[in-house]
């Protein structure tokens, strides 16, 4: 630091434009799956405070502040596999929550992230978004755009720790034993599960390939051809917003759904091919809720996700039967360790023709 204010004469460094973006993050990761958190924006305070939902300050952001997104989440100062959030405090987020959260990726904004969720109740508690955190564990209450969320965090009296779980929003069986037909590849059979977002489950052996061995970049080809298959071929429905009913991804598995001691393996590719180095959040949340629908596993029997790119570790358990519009559906509990990594400064200067970042496959 004292050759840097040395070399700028007294100035901090590095320069920016006086117009030019000043963001400063928190660095996290959960299973290896990256989360770049903004604490503030100024434009969604302002949205929210003048009584914007959660949903439509989402589509404001994308028509509006895109290029926070890009500049973040692209290179060169994200990458392929970047993930973040905007944290927002007031508005919405204080009517019966700590927070809110507006999530970005490479290609734009999920209505859920599992994974950020059990980031950002660590985060709550470390940087005093709960006002009087409580021990052993504390209950941090997130607004996302798919609804309200619980996360459940330890905390010692001076720091939050780890595991931490959260509840999910209903999630529910959307399709079973779908028919897709997908080009190049045939036939395949699909299960479409809703777990705050929409996506389809299958066995990568339907599609000759192995989600333990294959690589990755063939596991990714055919998930997008799924993905994109099923776009086409089934319309997707939500009980409370046609913003919700969208299928985010495809996420492969070893076929193992049956109940068992042993961890179940899967690959989730969401969003423009973007991998998931977690076992996914949301996906546990959907493939639990399918797991229930179709009787391999009972109320309150934990099962083990690993995610093939990382092989890190998450839980996943059905511990309330519901109903949800016409769907029957469960709350899930997902559970799993979050790390931070640092925090960081990124500025723009106005004449870089890269400021807000390219996309890069």
Not at 157 to 164: K, T
Request: charged share 20%.
């Amino acid at each position: 630091m004292a050759m840097a204010m040395a070399a700028g004469g007294g100035r901090r460094l590095p320069p920016h434009s006086p117009s030019g973006l000043v963001l400063q993050t928190v660095e996290m990761h959960t299973g290896g799956e990256p989360l770049r958190i903004i604490p503030r924006l100024e434009a969604a305070e302002e949205a929210v405070a003048g009584g914007l939902s959660l949903l439509s300050l989402r589509r404001e952001m994308a028509a509006t502040q895109d290029h926070v997104r890009r500049a973040l989440m692209h290179e060169p100062r994200g990458h392929s596999g970047m993930y973040g959030v905007v944290v927002v405090v007031g508005g919405v987020a204080t009517t019966s929550g700590h927070l809110a959260a507006v999530f970005l990726h490479g290609a734009g904004y999920s209505t859920m992230c599992g994974h950020a969720v059990l980031a950002l109740g660590r985060f709550a508690l470390d940087y005093g978004l709960v006002a009087v955190p409580s021990c052993p564990e504390t209950a941090v209450h997130l607004h996302c755009p798919c609804g309200p969320i619980t996360a459940f965090v330890p905390w010692d009296g001076c720091r939050s720790g780890n595991p931490v779980r959260f509840h999910s929003v209903p999630a529910f069986a959307a399709a079973i034993d779908l028919a897709i037909d997908v080009p190049g590849h045939g036939k395949v059979v699909v299960d479409i599960g809703y777990g705050g977002t929409f996506y389809a489950f299958l066995s990568a052996e339907q599609l000759g390939l192995d989600v333990c061995s294959s690589k990755t970049r063939d596991l990714v080809s055919v998930a997008s051809a799924v993905t994109e298959a099923v776009k086409k071929q089934f319309k997707l429905h939500h009980p409370e917003s046609e913003d919700l009913a969208f299928l985010y991804g495809t996420i492969l598995t070893d076929g193992k759904d049956a109940f068992s001691e042993e961890p179940t393996t899967n690959i989730c590719v969401f969003a423009d091919e973007q991998v998931d180095r977690s076992p996914t959040g949301s996906g546990v949340t959907a493939r639990i809720a399918l797991q229930y629908h179709k009787g391999l596993i009972q109320l309150n029997q934990t099962r083990t996700f690993r995610s093939s790119t990382t092989g890190s570790l998450f839980t996943g358990k059905a511990v309330k039967a519901t109903r949800f519009g016409d769907y029957n559906a469960v709350i899930v509990e997902v559970s799993g360790e979050a790390f931070y990594t640092g925090t960081a400064t990124f500025t723009v200067e106005e004449e870089d023709s890269l400021k807000y970042g390219f996309f890069f496959k």
